[in-house]
Every structure is written in structure tokens, then in C-alpha cells.
């Protein structure tokens, strides 16, 4: 599919501050799932210093330095996306005979350390959600982030938090719900339950009622032989299609769209932000192996 995206953050302060960097995690991820056609930035004020990055995580980052005191800060972005992964179920698993509490060939588990816990890390009301989906999936590896993204979106429900850090995997189980970031923190947290290594995602899904267009969050589980798989726990699916990546990290810290400070004295901001996604009518060509 192909998506048109505009995004618009704009912070208002009620006196001139000075702004510290600011790392922006607002352009869509290439990778096997989505292709870039075309992307623009627009930051207000303009930068003394901008450079494209790639962080520890690997993320596409815009790092922005400023000179002198604002009352604003305004990043627009513009993106027209081709989505490619029309089937998210289209993988084998290295080793489909290792159930559930999973453990990792030692190199890639030391590879994957910072997306892990262990097992008995987890907090009791986490681990018992993951242990419902582990049962109900069998303990089978491939199907159990399905199984449990389908059964967070059954027993918790959404609610709409414009801002604020995401819950730990607890509070979001002690309260019975959450916005898609509290949900997506607790789907990774559950997988790290059964020795999965997670990281949590940030970035656009597609739906058709345009008014409710806003920024989302999910999770990504790493499957041997699957590699890193999204799970939308919100929604109950697979990311596919209709998810477009900014950013995924090991912490939701370092997945935010946009992380800075600003230096000044008992000075307030305000956050507004309005986004755009239209499906366009151009399909998207076959990639490589396409039936």
C-alpha cells in the first residue's frame, strides 16, 4: 500500500527559552517492510547546526542544534511510504521445536541482551498474563506474540493519553488498560516473561476514519529465523501493511518521536500535534519473490 503521511509537533513556551539538542525520530524506517519514496523535514526555528544520524539502535535520527532564545519549536514532515509486508505470517522459525520459556543460542542471546529479562524478572500480575498466552499458544515461540497481542487487545482496555511517559507493564495490568503505548510497554515486558527478546516501537497505523489519525506504538518480538516481527497489541494483529516504523528501541525513552530539554525558569510549554495518513491510489509494486 501506499501512504501519504503529514505530521505537525509544534511546542509553544510562555517565555523565550533556550533549546538544548533535540534528537527527532520522525521519519519513516526503510527496511524489508516499507519503502521511502519521498521524505521532508521543515524545523522552525531553523538550526544552527542539522545532521542525519544513525543511533545504537539503528534509527534514522535528525539531531538539531539551536542558537539563541525561542518561544517555539515546530517540526513538520512530510513522507509518501510504500508498505510491503502483506502477509506478516510469511516466516519459518530456526527451531520450531523449542517451547516456551524460550532460550536463545548463547551468541545470538548475548547479541540481544538489552531486549531481554529474565524470565522471572517480571513483575507476578505481568508474568501471569504472559503465562494465560503461553498456554493458550502451547507454548509455541512463533505463535505465541500473535496469541498474546490478541489477548491484550481482549482483556485491557484502550484509552486515549495524549501525553506522558508510557505505564510500567503493572500499572497498566493493576488498571485494566492504557493508551497504545501503556499496552505496547506490556506486551514486550510479557514476551521478556517467557524469554523472548522485545523492543518497543513507535510509528503511524493506517485507519480509515481520518479524524482519529495519530501516533501509535507497538511491539517487535526477534524470532530465530523470523527476525524482528511486530505485534500490535492495541489492535489486537500483526504489523503489516498498515504500520509505518519511526522508531524501535529496547526502551521507549529512546523510541520517542522527538527527546530534548530546554533551559529556562518556571517556564511552561504546551504540545500540539496534528497528522495526516491517506492511502493513495498508486499500488505498490511487487517486491522480489512475490507469487
Known sequence: ???????????????????????????????????????????DPLPAVRADNLDLEGNLVVMAWFKGATTRLGIRTRATVDTLLADPFRFLVADPDR?????????????????????????????????????????????????????????FRLENRPEGTPLAAEDTVAAGGGACR?????????????????????????????????????????????????????????????????AAAADPADAAPVSGTFRADGVKSRLETELTMRAASTPSPATPGDD
Open 1 to 43: 500500500m501506499r501512504f501519504l503521511l503529514e505530521h505537525r509537533t509544534s511546542y509553544a513556551f510562555d517565555a523565550p527559552v533556550y533549546l538544548e539538542p533535540q534528537t527527532i525520530r520522525l521519519r519513516p524506517r526503510p527496511d524489508t517492510a516499507t519503502r521511502v519514496v519521498d521524505f521532508d523535514m521543515e524545523i
Open 182 to 246: 501503556d499496552l505496547a510497554v506490556l506486551f514486550v515486558e510479557c514476551c521478556r516473561a517467557m524469554g523472548l527478546a522485545a523492543r518497543f516501537v513507535s510509528g503511524y497505523a493506517y485507519t480509515d476514519d481520518a479524524a482519529r489519525a495519530e501516533l501509535h506504538a507497538w511491539g517487535e518480538v526477534y524470532l530465530s529465523g523470523g527476525g524482528w516481527r511486530g505485534y500490535d497489541p492495541s489492535r489486537g494483529l500483526a504489523a503489516g501493511d498498515q504500520h509505518v516504523t519511526l
Open 99 to 155: 517451547a516456551l520459556p524460550y532460550a536463545y543460542p548463547t551468541d545470538i542471546g548475548e547479541r540481544l541482551r538489552s531486549y531481554r529479562r529474565a524470565p522471572d524478572a517480571a513483575h507476578p500480575t505481568v508474568r501471569a498474563v504472559a503465562i494465560e498466552a503461553a498456554r493458550t499458544s502451547d507454548r509455541d515461540q512463533a505463535g505465541f506474540p500473535f496469541t498474546l497481542a490478541r489477548q491484550i487487545h481482549r482483556d
